[in-house]
């Protein structure tokens, strides 16, 4: 069984027992629950959602909160002593995924 899952902008497909990194959506949950599924594959049946499935869901655990490695953006224009570097790092969650609910 599988989900294809849509959060942060991005698709996932996810089967119970996966853990995946997620954008950090909101404050700090012990659990999440994501309700746009597109898509849900059990034994051979398959549900196409339009875009998504009514009363599907995929619940999930929350593990802990990672960051990306560091971005370095640096910017400079040649001959006019200008120069400016920043720096970003996105944080994610890991998520443990447990189960997928049909509509």
Same mark, same amino acid.
């Given at each position: 069984?599988?989900? #294809?899952?849509?959060?942060?902008?991005?698709?996932?497909?996810?089967?119970?027992?996966?853990? =995946?990194?997620? *954008?950090?959506?909101?404050?700090?949950?012990?659990?999440?629950?994501?309700?746009?599924?597109?898509? =849900?594959?059990?034994? +051979? *049946?398959? !549900?196409? +959602?339009?875009?998504? =499935? $009514?009363?599907?869901? #995929?619940?999930?655990?929350?593990? *802990?909160?990672? $960051?990306?490695? !560091?971005? =370095?953006?640096?910017?400079? !224009?040649?001959? $006019?002593?200008?120069?400016?570097?920043?720096?970003?790092?996105?944080?994610?969650? $890991? #998520?443990?995924?447990?189960?997928?609910? *049909?509509?």
């Amino acid at each position: 069984m599988f989900a #294809v899952i849509e959060t942060g902008g991005k698709q996932y497909q996810v089967s119970p027992g996966d853990s =995946i990194l997620v *954008e950090l959506t909101g404050g700090a949950k012990k659990e999440v629950s994501f309700k746009k599924v597109l898509l =849900i594959k059990n034994d +051979g *049946e398959l !549900k196409i +959602g339009n875009p998504y =499935i $009514k009363g599907a869901s #995929v619940k999930a655990k929350v593990l *802990e909160e990672v $960051k990306a490695p !560091k971005v =370095i953006i640096f910017k400079k !224009k040649r001959r $006019k002593q200008y120069k400016r570097t920043r720096g970003h790092r996105q944080r994610y969650l $890991k #998520v443990l995924i447990e189960e997928i609910k *049909e509509g």
